[in-house]
Structure formats: C-alpha cells, structure tokens
C-alpha cells in the first residue's frame, strides 16, 4: 500500500488585510417609522441605530463581495491569483447555487480557485474566519480570502416592528495568510438548534411557490418568505450565554480581558454589546466597536465592517489584540482573539 502524501504545515496564521463595502444609499429611522408605527427615539432606545446601508440593485451580493475584496488584497498587498481559496459567508444569496463565493472568485480574475459558502447567520464570519485559518496552518491554502456579505433588504417585511429597523446590507472581507507569530486565536463555537425559532426564515421557498400555484389566476399574490425574530428571545440567550463564549475564546488563545485593546461583537444590539461589556468586565481602555449606530445589522458582514470602522476611526490600529464574537441564527456564535490587520 503506497504512503498517502500530506501537505507541508504552517505554525500560525494572521489577518494581512481588510476591506469593507457599505451601500450607497443612507436610510434614516425617519424613512422607516412610519411603517412600523414606532419613533426615532424607540429605535435608538431598543437598538442604538440611528441609520442603516440598504442595496440598490446594482449593489449584489457579489458586487459588494468584490469591492470589499479588492480593499483587503489591497491591504494585504496580495494579488487575486495568490489567493488559494475564497470562504464566503452569507445568509440572504437568493439562490442555491453556484455559491457566491465561486462567482466572487471569477470576478476577482481568479482561476481555478477552491470557494465555498458558509451559512452560519451571524456568527458566519468567524465560522469562516475559523475555516480560513486552519486551510492554512494545515498546508492545503497559503491564502484565503475571508468573506461576510448581506443583502438582508430582500428578506425584510418592512412593516415587521421587530425586524424592519435591525438589518441592512454591505460586506466585509479579510486575507489569511501564514504569520511568524501567531494573529489568530482558535475559535470557541457552538450552536443550540433548539432555539431556531428565535430568529429564522418564516417560510421555506417550496412552500410559497405552492402558494403561488394555488393563488394563480385569483389576482392575489402570497406574502413572500421573511426573515422573523423573536427579540426578547435573542437578548435573553445572549445576555446568559455569550459571557461563557467569550471567555472560551480568551481562554483558548490565552489572553485575558487586560490583554485586549479592542471589542468586536457582532452589531445586532447596542445593549447586548453594554451587557456583554459590563459581564466582562472590559477596562475602559479597551475600544468597544459601535459600527451598528450607522451600519444597522448586517449579519455575516458585521464583525469585518465593524472591524475596519473601529480601525478607520482610529480607536484601535493595526497590531492591537481584539476579540471577535459572533452570534445569531442558529442559534449559532463563534469567536476568536486576532492581531488587528492593516487598512487600504
């Protein structure tokens, strides 16, 4: 029996860039409150949104993919054609397939390049992040390029109260590469599946097509799949596990809360990210990113768009330690410690 070959291994991986993509067009809480019967000030009050990103139609799932890409390869000062494998994260591709991240590739120049899609709701990014790594410690990439991307206007009811103000578009993409030391902590993860009611889908597509055919010829048309979400829910299952995540990501990399200078939650709620604060007791020295003040929810996009907004802002620089964490449908969270990357 001939001996199987194994791919030469690498000791550490480490973000080399970062690049992000926000829609053009700017919608207030104003243009929104109507429709819900709310106000400005509930939804800074529940949330701490004051505007959100929505797509227009030229601004794709994988146009928007392509733009922050370009931004990280740039960061980077890695060309498309060294890129190994492209990892994209979405939960709002209308289509099964091809995945997005095959098209990604191609637009990108790239040739025969491994990608695949990751579907893990908002914690998508750092499961994605977490694959990356380990494609390059274990030899089979050199580099990865890392993809959060949504369009989650296409599954918005805009007269939902709980959903319609939360979540909004755009993209975040890093590259992974091999480090001298190591810039990416192992990843603590895990779902519960017993809670996917909590935020999900509220009809499957062969159901509203038999909708369709039954509606046919009535003048009528069914109401569309949406996203749904129970709030209160989410907060109670964030706010009681997601100290227990975190500090399994601190733990596994070795760090502690005096170790950090940045905070990166996923942005689904200004006072989950107080709550997870005050539960870890964060020094005031360590920068909290806020990126959902402007940027809403962006799911799978969140935690890189967030990460290149507190590197923009200059709260935190390329070179500080920042813990990642992820978490929504599923429900699913995952997070890691990494060395902040350089800017475009």
Request: hydrophobic share 45%.
């Amino acid at each position: 029996m001939p001996a199987i070959a194994t791919a030469a291994t690498t000791s550490h991986a480490a973000i080399l860039g970062i690049g992000a993509y926000r829609p053009r067009r700017v919608v207030p809480n104003a243009e929104i409150v109507d429709l819900i019967d709310s106000s400005d000030e509930w939804i800074r009050t529940r949330s701490g949104i004051t505007s959100r990103r929505w797509a227009q139609d030229d601004e794709t799932i994988v146009s928007m993919s392509v733009a922050a890409a370009r931004d990280a390869l740039a960061a980077a000062g890695i060309d498309a054609e060294r890129i190994d494998a492209v990892v994209l994260a979405t939960s709002s591709q209308m289509v099964l397939g091809p995945s997005a991240g095959a098209v990604v590739a191609s637009e990108l120049g790239m040739h025969d390049t491994a990608a695949f899609d990751v579907s893990a709701g908002c914690a998508g990014f750092c499961y994605a992040l977490g694959n990356a790594a380990g494609l390059v410690r274990s030899g089979q990439a050199r580099h990865v390029l890392v993809i959060g991307v949504e369009r989650l206007s296409d599954l918005l009811d805009p007269t939902d109260r709980t959903c319609a103000f939360i979540f909004a578009d755009g993209a975040g993409a890093v590259v992974v590469g091999p480090s001298d030391t190591e810039g990416i902590g192992p990843v603590a993860w895990g779902s519960d599946g017993t809670q996917t009611a909590a935020i999900k889908q509220d009809k499957d597509f062969k159901t509203f097509f038999a909708e369709v055919a039954e509606a046919a010829g009535s003048g009528t048309a069914p109401e569309r799949p949406y996203i749904r979400m129970n709030g209160a829910a989410v907060f109670r299952w964030a706010v009681t596990f997601l100290e227990k995540a975190c500090r399994g990501a601190l733990d596994k990399a070795g760090v502690t809360v005096d170790d950090l200078d940045a905070f990166v939650p996923h942005q689904a709620n200004s006072r989950i990210t107080d709550a997870l604060v005050r539960a870890l007791s964060l020094p005031d020295s360590v920068a909290v990113a806020r990126d959902i003040a402007e940027t809403g929810n962006t799911s799978a996009a969140s935690i890189p768009m967030a990460m290149e907004q507190i590197l923009r802002s200059g709260a935190a620089k390329p070179g500080d330690t920042a813990l990642l964490v992820g978490f929504g449908a599923g429900l699913a969270y995952a997070g890691q410690v990494v060395t902040l990357p350089p800017l475009p």
